[in-house]
């Protein structure tokens, strides 16, 4: 039996636009209105936890409100040919929600929460957070988000995946987060690059081929290259 070939699949931001969700940062350096680091970061729940809670409120009901676009969907088909793995920054779920069963969050997920005393204590979590909810030892609850300043904990997951694969695609990011941004870098020298972005950065390696499209509309041309293989 042939054994399938792996594919890394690395989406940002971009992947989930199409479904409604809003790029982290708008053009002014804002999120929702909000700076950054307001809601985004240790000092800034901690100057204020109640607005911050409620950020990440809001964008937990929208989640209840969007569906996973053409571009998700199309990944997830993509594993009755393939070996898929998903690693993605963003902190929604429609990936899942799309049909995908290996995915990576890196930057946490906006339908979990965690103990601020213990960060392992992490459970699902589909309602609002609210002061005053707090984990079995008395501890505040907060987002199951890597914010602004903190470690990425699954990063050396990530590194492992991508040191695998077979070909690499790149989806709706760009390519300025770190470590995240990194993680192109740890698959084999001779791996195939997809990048697929509406407006893609610039990368300066040869294995890259760029397909300067929206998500839904790259993957599409992306799996006519993918017949090559």
Not at 65 to 92: F, G, R
Request: with cysteine; proline share 4%; net charge negative.
């Amino acid at each position: 039996m042939q054994i399938k070939k792996h594919i890394v699949v690395l989406t940002g931001a971009g992947m989930s636009a199409e479904s409604g969700i809003k790029t982290f940062r708008d053009a002014d350096g804002l999120w929702e209105g909000h700076d950054v680091m307001e809601v985004a970061s240790p000092q800034g729940f901690r100057n204020n936890p109640g607005l911050v809670l409620d950020f990440y409120n809001q964008r937990r009901r929208q989640l209840k409100e969007v569906n996973p676009n053409a571009a998700h969907i199309a990944l997830a088909d993509l594993e009755k040919e393939y070996n898929i793995s998903i690693v993605t920054q963003n902190v929604d779920d429609l990936h899942e929600r799309g049909g995908s069963k290996n995915v990576l969050h890196l930057h946490g997920e906006l339908r979990k929460i965690r103990s601020t005393g213990n960060p392992t204590d992490i459970r699902d979590w589909q309602d609002d957070i609210n002061l005053g909810d707090v984990c079995d030892n008395g501890y505040q609850l907060r987002p199951h988000i890597v914010w602004f300043g903190e470690d990425v904990p699954m990063i050396e997951k990530a590194v492992a995946i991508c040191e695998t694969a077979d070909i690499l695609v790149i989806i709706g990011t760009s390519m300025q987060v770190y470590p995240a941004a990194s993680l192109m870098n740890f698959v084999k020298s001779t791996v195939p690059i997809y990048y697929i972005d509406s407006k893609p950065a610039d990368i300066n390696n040869s294995n890259v081929t760029v397909i300067p499209e929206l998500a839904t509309s790259g993957m599409q041309k992306l799996l006519k290259e993918l017949k090559k293989y």
